[in-house]
C-alpha cells in the first residue's frame, strides 16, 4: 500500500471540480509516453510494490471492456476481492474505479485526486493530461483497498498508455483493427506492436483473437513470454444445437501445461471469445476455476453499451469497423412488420464509412445526430456518408436527445432502434427516458435523399 504525501495546501474541491481543473493541467488532451506519469507514481509510492497480490491488464481494440467486466464477474464469483479501472465512462465518472463490484464514491476518488495534486507539485512540477491524472488516482485508490486481484483496461494502444506502468502478472490482448489512427497509424503489424506493450518478460500473454497480426505473438516472443491463444491452447466450443447462445463448453491450459475443462457455461449476453478469454486469464492469474464459481459469474456479469437492450433500442458503443460487424451479426430482426432503425453519433476521427458499410447490412433507414466539441461529427455530413452508401436519412439532429425526440412521434410498437457510433452517442441516451412507439408510419416519404 502506498504512503499517503504529507499534507499540502490544497484547494478543497469536489470531485465535479477537480475534474475540470484536470483539464487545465496539459496542453494537449493525448500526449502518449510514460516519462512525466511514471515520476509522478514513483512519487505516489506506486511503483515500490505491487499494487496488489495478481494484476491483470487488456489491451486491444474491441472486446477490452467485455473481458474485463467477465475477469471481474467470474473472479468475485470466486470470493475474490477485486478491484478495476476502465476507461471512458458513459454516465458517472465514478464507473472507471470499481472496488468489489461497487463504483467508487466521490469522497475516496477526491482522495486520489489530492494525492495525484501533492505529487505532482512535490519537486519540480509536472504536467499531466486527463487521462493520467485518472489513471494515477485509480491506481491509488486500487492499492489502498486490500484487494486480492485488480485488472486494468489500457485506454489507448498499450506501450505507452498510462496504465502501463504497472506491471501484469498476465496480460491480454484482444483484438487488434484499426482505431485511433491519427495516433496508432493504419499499419497492423504496428498497431499490434503498441498493444502488445504491455506484455512482461516471462510472464504470460493471452490472446484472445485467431487474427492477430504476427507482431503480437512477435513481441511476446522477444520477451520469453508464454502465450495462450485461441483456438489452441484455449478453446470453446457450443453444446448443443450449434446456437451461440447455448450452453458452451471451456477448455484452457494453466502455466504448468495442465488442461482444465467446464462444460454448461451459460451464454454471458457478450462474445464467447472474451469470455473463453478471461478465463483463460484467470487460470493464469491462478484462480482456482470451478464450474460453480464460473456459471455464477458469467451468469451475473453486466456492461452497460454493449448491446444493451432497453425497450425497443438497442444501445452499443461500437466506433470502429470490426465492432461495427460484430453489432450487424448479433443484432436481432425486428418483429414481424417492424423496421430496423440506426440512430448514429460519431466522432470526426473514426473510419465513419467503415461503420456505415458494416451497419449497412442490417440498417438501410437511419437518424444522424451531431456530437458536440472538436472531435465531433456533424449529422449533415454523417448524412451524405449514409446516403453516398445507398442508405435512407429520415432526419438529422443537432443533438442525440433531439434524435430521440424525432423518434417519439415515428415508432410504432414493432420498430427497432441501434443507437451506436461513440460512447457519447450511448451515454446521451442513457441519460434519459427512451420512447416505446407508439405511433405509425405513412410510407417513406420524409426521408432525406
Known amino acids: 500500500m502506498p504512503d499517503s504525501l504529507a499534507p499540502h495546501s490544497l484547494q478543497p474541491r469536489s470531485l465535479q471540480q477537480w475534474l475540470q481543473y484536470l483539464e487545465t493541467l496539459h496542453p494537449v488532451g493525448i500526449d502518449m509516453g510514460l516519462e512525466r506519469v511514471s515520476e509522478v507514481a514513483k512519487r505516489m509510492g506506486l511503483l515500490s510494490s505491487s499494487i496488489a497480490p495478481r494484476v491483470i ?41 470499481r472496488i468489489d463490484g461497487q463504483e467508487a464514491d466521490d469522497q475516496l476518488l477526491v482522495q486520489g485526486f489530492e494525492q495525484v495534486e501533492r505529487a505532482r507539485l512535490q519537486d519540480s512540477e509536472i ?45 491480454i490482448v484482444t483484438t487488434i483493427a484499426q482505431d485511433h489512427a491519427s495516433f ?28 492477430l497480426p504476427a507482431s503480437v505473438v512477435e513481441c511476446a516472443q522477444a520477451l520469453a513470454a508464454p502465450t495462450f491463444g485461441l483456438g489452441q491452447q484455449f478453446v ?62 458469467l451468469a451475473a456479469v453486466e456492461l452497460a453499451g454493449r448491446l444493451q437492450w432497453v425497450g425497443p433500442w438497442c444501445l452499443d458503443v461500437g466506433h470502429n469497423p470490426h465492432a461495427a460487424e460484430y453489432v450487424a451479426r448479433h443484432l436481432p430482426a425486428p418483429p414481424a412488420g417492424g ?24 440498417i438501410s433507414d437511419w437518424v444522424c445526430v451531431t456530437l458536440t466539441g472538436e472531435r465531433g461529427c456533424l449529422a449533415s455530413e454523417l448524412s451524405q456518408r449514409i446516403i453516398a452508401q445507398g442508405g435512407r436519412v429520415h432526419f438529422c439532429a443537432d443533438s442525440p436527445q433531439a434524435g430521440v425526440d424525432w423518434f417519439a412521434n415515428v415508432l410504432t410498437p414493432n420498430d ?24 405509425s408510419l405513412d410510407g417513406d416519404g420524409n426521408e432525406i435523399r
Open 339 to 362: 423496421r430496423q432503425w440506426g440512430l448514429i453519433g460519431m466522432l470526426n476521427d473514426k473510419d465513419i464509412d467503415g461503420v456505415i458499410q458494416a451497419l449497412s447490412a442490417r
Open 57 to 97: 491488464t487488456v489491451a486491444g481494440t474491441n472486446g477490452k471492456g467485455s473481458t474485463l467486466a467477465m475477469v471481474d464477474s467470474v473472479a468475485r464469483a470466486h470470493n475474490l476481492r477485486v478491484g478495476t479501472y476502465t476507461s471512458p465512462h458513459l454516465l458517472r465518472y465514478n464507473e472507471r474505479v
Open 127 to 171: 504536467s499531466l493530461t486527463y487521462f493520467e491524472a485518472g489513471t494515477l488516482c485509480g491506481l491509488w485508490c486500487l492499492a489502498n483497498a486490500k484487494l486480492d486481484l485488480v485488472v486494468l483496461e489500457v485506454g489507448l494502444g498499450g506501450r505507452l498508455d498510462a496504465v502501463n506502468i504497472i506491471d501484469a502478472d498476465v496480460a
Open 236 to 297: 470453446h466450443q457450443v453444446m448443443d444445437n450449434g446456437n451461440e447462445r447455448s450452453l458452451w463448453r471451456w477448455q484452457g491450459q494453466d502455466s504448468r501445461g495442465q488442461y482444465v475443462a467446464i462444460d454448461e457455461l451459460p451464454y454471458p449476453g457478450l462474445p464467447i471469445d472474451n469470455a473463453a478469454t478471461a478465463l483463460q486469464a484467470l487460470l493464469l492469474a491462478e484462480v482456482d476455476l470451478t464450474q460453480a464459481g464460473v456459471q455464477t459469474g
Open 416 to 439: 427497432r432502434v441501434l443507437a451506436t457510433g461513440s460512447f457519447f452517442t450511448v451515454a446521451a441516451l442513457l441519460a434519459r427516458p427512451l420512447p416505446t412507439g407508439a405511433a
Open 184 to 211: 496508432l497509424g493504419t499499419d497492423l503489424a504496428q498497431i499490434g506492436r503498441e498493444k502488445a506493450g504491455i506484455f512482461r518478460a516471462h510472464r504470460p500473454a493471452v490472446l484472445g483473437s485467431q487474427t
